[in-house]
């Protein structure tokens, strides 16, 4: 199950790690409130004063309808009086409706799992694993890349698995107009099969590959040089005594 973080704001605590359970509904990660809070405080006393000004409207809504059975005001008077009566209703329709869009955007602060899977962010890559075995472990290049191929193949499955069961109504598909989307279907699951393929067999060994190509730079950049001392010819007019 992806997990993506970005663009929702400050992160500020990372509560899954790599590979690991969850269930539904168990928190993953918190971004920071403050923001939508501040936008739900805001909307929460544009109706409060919303609503004082209804009741205002309300109030000189019944004393002009009194004025106006006496035919002491206008009918314009009245009418207006009426309005804002509706007006301010609406508004506090309106704002009620924000209250609940930033209470809906507050909540999105904390991450929650929608299904029960394996969390994994987007990078899969079994690389990644082995480059930082390899650099915060002190693993050799054959052992990070054997961690990883470990650590990392329930994640890649599990991906590789659900795209590919997404695409079999498209590959199978049967019907008007199947035969216009079968070969993008057969060429998603195809896509997918030759991918998984890569990853778990060609990866480890073009890992290796540059691994060696990299140690073999580092000794032709790291030779020493060999310098010879340079032999001085003696001074002419002194002698050996």
């Not at 928190?27 to 501040?38: E, F, G, S």
């Not at 991450?111 to 990078?123: E, L, M, R």
């Not at 499955?157 to 989307?181: V, W, Y």
């Amino acid at each position: 199950m992806p997990i993506y973080l970005d663009g929702l704001g400050t992160v500020q605590q990372v509560l899954f790690s790599e590979g690991q359970d969850v269930k539904t509904g168990d928190l993953l990660a918190i971004v920071d409130p403050r923001p939508y809070q501040a936008a739900l405080d805001q909307a929460i006393a544009k109706k409060s004063q919303d609503e004082a000004q209804l009741a205002n409207a309300k109030v000189t809504l019944a004393r002009n309808t009194d004025l106006m059975n006496k035919k002491v005001i206008a009918q314009s008077d009245f009418d207006t009086s009426k309005y804002s009566v509706d007006q301010f209703q609406s508004a506090v329709q309106a704002d009620q409706a924000a209250i609940e869009s930033a209470r809906t955007n507050l909540d999105y602060t904390q991450i929650k799992s929608p299904i029960v899977g394996i969390v994994k962010k987007n990078a899969i890559m079994m690389v990644d694993f082995a480059l930082d075995a390899e650099r915060n472990e002190g693993l050799s290049p054959e052992e990070s890349i054997y961690q990883a191929c470990l650590v990392r193949f329930r994640p890649i499955m599990m991906t590789t698995l659900a795209a590919m069961f997404g695409a079999l109504p498209l590959a199978i598909g049967m019907g008007i107009g199947s035969e216009l989307r079968r070969p993008l279907g057969i060429a998603i699951v195809g896509g997918l099969i030759v991918s998984q393929i890569l990853t778990l067999y060609a990866t480890p060994v073009i890992y290796l590959a540059l691994d060696q190509l990299r140690q073999r730079k580092n000794k032709r950049t790291s030779r020493a040089i060999d310098l010879h001392p340079i032999a001085w010819p003696p001074l002419s007019g002194s002698a050996a005594r």
